[in-house]
């Protein structure tokens, strides 16, 4: 931004597939942005939605869910996609499911663990 008295800040959602993160992404912004489905890994490349409020504008970075088997090809590339958006952020919002605790969110918290950003915990 080239205002000064602007404000802005990047925030990464991140979680296991099929956990809630690009439903969070569009409740957040109150407008469809990101695809939803109940089948696991529809989000493959990060997605961004912007939020303006006055001078301040949050930018969040939907990922891909980041999973444990990485046989395929697919996977190993959706889980670079997912680990080079929390390189570049501010925040990090890790969604977990509130019920079930997974090997793929062992993956996701040994990788944040590894971070120096803040993270929030946001229970789906």
């Known amino acids: 931004m080239s205002d000064p008295d602007q404000e802005s800040a ?3 959602i991140v979680g296991r597939p099929n956990v809630g ?13 990101s695809i939803t ?9 990060r997605i961004l939605g912007i939020e303006t409020e006055g001078s301040r504008q949050i930018l969040y970075v939907d990922t891909p869910g980041l999973r444990q088997e990485e046989k395929r090809a697919m996977n190993r590339l959706m889980n670079r996609a ?5 390189s570049g952020v501010e925040v990090i919002l890790f969604v977990v499911e509130a019920t079930k605790w997974t090997p793929d969110d062992e993956l996701v918290l040994t990788t944040l663990k590894r971070t120096q950003r803040p993270v929030i915990l946001v229970v789906n």
């Open 37 to 45: 489905s109940s089948k696991p890994q529809t989000t493959r490349h």
């Open 21 to 33: 993160k690009s439903t969070l992404l569009n409740q957040l912004l109150g407008q469809k942005i």
């Open 82 to 86: 997912a680990t080079s958006s929390i």
């Open 10 to 12: 990047f925030v990464a």
